[in-house]
């Protein structure tokens, strides 16, 4: 399986600190990506890291990946209120690109 | 910005009755799937479709589902005998041709309630 495991399951922090998160998986990827779900409602794609990169950004998005240790890594900065959501990492395979999913990491961002 | 859209957004039904989940995949994209979310777990992939067939599909995938694309720009999922544990958010998502995109983009989901 190629499923994404998420580290820690839930994360608590102030508004304007940073967080972090991980995301580990079983066998080779061809993508890693990062999403993000608001309670009960529906996916939204945050950024999407290819096997043959190490890092990218997006805004205040960083997202590592190293593959050697089969792992990625998702940091927001500067967190906000409206950032508390269910962040999920994604990983699909070389032959197809159906997405195997993580259990997410759950952040509350407080005030 | 296109975005995939998914109607309705909640159904119930009663178990044993038939369900059609429709999606509205971003115009462009040729590749089309289904997963769903039972509540508390894990998104799991059900099927994806190519070319107007199934290109691969989960266990989860088994004969009471099905799916199709009527016309240019509609996607269902059809579940024929609708059971309990079929209660679930099912989420249509699309992606562009292969070459250097991958990104799949989400619907907003369809909340199934069987009871």
């Known amino acids: 399986s190629q499923q994404g495991e998420e580290d820690p399951q839930a994360l608590s922090i102030q508004e304007g600190e940073n967080a972090t998160m991980n995301c580990s998986y079983k066998t080779s990827i061809n993508n890693l990506q990062w999403y993000r779900q608001n309670s009960g409602r529906g996916l939204v794609h945050l950024i999407l890291i290819r096997s043959n990169e190490r890092e990218k950004h997006s805004g205040r998005l960083r997202v590592t990946l190293d593959t050697s240790k089969k792992s990625s890594s998702l940091l927001i900065t500067a967190s906000r209120a409206a950032d508390t959501a269910s962040y999920f990492c994604?990983?699909?395979?070389?032959?197809?690109?159906?997405?195997?999913f993580g259990a997410g990491t759950t952040v509350t961002v407080r005030a | 910005e296109p975005e995939v859209t998914q109607t309705p957004s909640h159904q119930v039904t009663q178990m044993g009755q038939e369900v059609i989940l429709r999606c509205v995949p971003i115009?462009?994209?040729?590749?089309f799937y289904w997963y769903r979310q039972i509540l508390g777990q894990k998104v799991e992939f059900l099927v994806s479709f190519y070319n107007n067939e199934i290109s691969e599909k989960s266990e989860i995938f088994d004969d009471q589902f099905s799916v199709e694309r009527p016309d240019g720009s509609n996607f269902t999922l059809k579940i024929r005998s609708t059971k309990l544990e079929d209660s679930a958010m099912y989420f249509c998502?699309?992606?562009?041709?292969?070459?250097?995109?991958?990104?799949?983009?989400f619907g907003p989901g369809t909340r199934l309630t069987v009871t």
């Open positions: 115009s462009n994209h040729l590749y």
């Open positions: 998502a699309s992606r562009k041709d292969g070459g250097s995109s991958y990104e799949q983009y």
């Open positions: 994604a990983t699909d395979g070389f032959n197809d690109y159906k997405l195997s």
